[in-house]
């Protein structure tokens, strides 16, 4: 068995909130000088140090390049999937008792649910159910609109939404792992983060209580969450 993680939450997310905390010590580095001669610039430089180099290791510069671009491909290709899949939701209406569904046993009111959420697997999933009914009542909603161009468009941008998942999947994964190899190294850098933290906690929580959330972890992964 590996060596445990000694923080509860994501290897990345470390990194960041790191990122976040060393600009907040750089800013107050007089006040934790003067609390204790150990917090000075040398203590500084090798915090920065160490998460610069877990910065690497966790964000390869040319992987997280291709990650973001093929999570912004992935992302168009599903706000354009919901552009079809409201016109179809329109010719399902149109088709009313010539296709025995309502919207949402067709799949529609998921798939629009698992776009909005960004959840790829939820898209595909419903998309696979959409592409089987539209299968099966092709012909009433050909009668309302649907035409042969759109009905290859759905197939087609399962396809395309599947292929962008995995390779994103695979990047992810791969970080992943590599991270996990290096969990004494990222416990360490936890360590000296909650350290700060707390010279930090001492130094403001009775007199710039606005500086407190700076080095309050549960506040910083929240904010790392919903950046």
Known sequence: MGTAKKFNCKNEEVVVICDYVQTSMERDLTDFTAYSPK??????AEFKEKNEAMNKLIFPQEKTKELKIITARLYAS???LLDAVLRLEGYIKLA???VPLSANDFGITAIKQAIRGRDAEGTLKWLQQINSNIEKYQEP???QGLNNEMVNYFSGAFSEIDADNQKQYEIV???RILAA??????NALYEQLMEICEIGKILYR???KEKLPDYTFSYLRKKVRIS
Do not use: C, G, I, P
């Open 39 to 44: 917090f000075n610039t040398e203590y500084l």
């Open 78 to 80: 599903m706000d354009k």
């Open 96 to 98: 009313k008792d010539f």
């Open 141 to 143: 909603l050909a009668n």
């Open 173 to 175: 994964s791969a970080r």
């Open 181 to 186: 190899e290096n969990v004494n190294l990222l």
């Open 206 to 208: 009775k007199t710039k």
